[in-house]
């Protein structure tokens, strides 16, 4: 999650101040063939330099290893429609399902992590919360394994100075079940912006929510908008997701931005995430 790179994503709309402004999404008809690979590239993927690494943050707050796992994600929405609708608006999202990959049957019954040791106590706290919440409503099972030997399949840690100065702005950054490099990094701004009380309405539980729905496989929701005719289309912001589907948004998923002027939720699990995720892990 990013507190001011992200919005700058927003190709339609200026933004000042991120704390000090949000955003109305504009509706806008995509052309027919027109969102290429390069497109997406420009308009949702930054390179990063961490180390001396090439990393590719994704949307604000996925953060890829390699190319190919970038490519994975783009190529995941030109999946062709049942209905041939392929034609009209290009690529769909799959059947309006809110996912880019998942855990496979075995390790989702067993997703160790560890939590380093310098997470302090209360965010700590929160992310075993957080935790819970998503394996209350889906078929998953979270391990925590911290002080064993063993190599967990996601770690939890503070970011890096490296990581601070690639990525200014950024709050969290996650990863998806399938990527190489499973770790879900928490940032200066995450406990700068949650010290005295909430951003735009989130507590850290909110962002943490958010960031492990990244971590069972979840997209982000705020890609979608409504026109005039009732038509679910691309919508003004530069999203590799911004396409055609078959479900309504959800203004209350936790896998929005607070920050947008469409989001209407609270912070927690909305009944839609909950429903996903259970499709996703029955």
Known sequence: MMKKSLIALLSLCAIAALLALSCTMPDQTPAADAYTWDRFFAESVQEVSIDGQTRYLIEGDILASEMAEVRQYYDSMLEEPEDGSRAT??????????????????????????????????????LEWALAQWEGVAG???????????????????????????????????????????????????????????????DQKAVLLHELGHGVGLRHEFIWTKNSAGTWTQTGETSAEAYLMSAARDDYSI????????????????????????????
């Open 89 to 126: 608006v290009n690529v769909i999202r799959k059947s309006g399902k809110r996912y880019a990959d998942t855990y496979n049957s075995t390790v989702r019954w067993n997703i160790t992590y560890k939590i380093s040791t310098a997470i302090n106590a209360t965010t700590r706290t929160n």
């Open 140 to 202: 998953v099972d979270f391990k925590n394994i911290t002080g064993s030997s063993a190599t967990p399949v996601f770690t939890i840690r503070n970011a890096t100075a490296s990581e601070e100065n690639a990525m200014p702005g950024v709050i969290a950054s996650a990863f998806f079940p399938s990527y190489s490099n499973k770790t879900l990094i928490l940032f200066n701004d995450f406990y700068e912006l949650f010290a005295s009380g909430t951003f735009y309405g989130w």
């Open 255 to 282: 896998m929005f931005y607070p920050q947008y002027s469409a989001y209407k939720g609270n912070g927690r699990l909305s009944s839609e995430d909950s429903r996903w995720i259970a499709w996703l892990y029955p």
